[in-house]
């Protein structure tokens, strides 16, 4: 199961009104590049954590990466973010790629910043007719603050 790695840049980006995770389009991005091996990597300061800081993949041949936020609310004051799970389906090769990110597409500036990423510990590479379901956690929510 891969390990989702919240960006310490999008705490900063939540904290000054850069997203709106009720409304926002959240989508997915595919990388084979460590987030730490980047030219400038993500993972270093608010300002870089952002989608052009990512090298992505060829998307030719995979499926929508837009994620559909299911709900976004607070009870007793612990907030929960739930987005409906996403099949990602090829109609070619698609990879190889190890990190997949979340970002939100809405905000100009800055534009697409970062909010996390899983690792899958390993390449993995999509076939024609293959599929890859990213499990969200209905139950838990894809993101909860205290």
């Known amino acids: ?86 099949t990602l389906s090829s109609t070619g090769t698609v990879g190889p790629f190890r990190y997949i990110y979340l970002y939100n597409d809405t905000p100009t500036s800055p534009a697409d910043p970062l909010i996390g990423y899983f690792d899958y510990g390993a390449n993995l590479t999509l076939n024609n007719g293959e599929s890859l379901t990213i499990d969200f956690d209905q139950a838990s929510g894809a993101l909860t603050l205290g």
Request: with cysteine.
């Open 1 to 86: 199961m891969a390990v989702f790695n919240k960006l310490n840049g999008f705490v900063e980006h939540l904290s000054e009104g850069v997203h709106n995770l009720g409304s926002d389009q959240l989508v997915l991005a595919l990388s084979n590049v460590a987030p730490t091996a980047e030219t400038t990597p993500p993972t270093s300061t608010t300002s870089d954590c952002l989608l052009a800081n990512v090298t992505q993949i060829t998307y030719t041949g995979l499926s929508t990466r837009n994620i559909t936020t299911n709900s976004s609310a607070q009870t007793s004051g612990t907030y929960r973010l739930v987005l409906d799970d996403l």
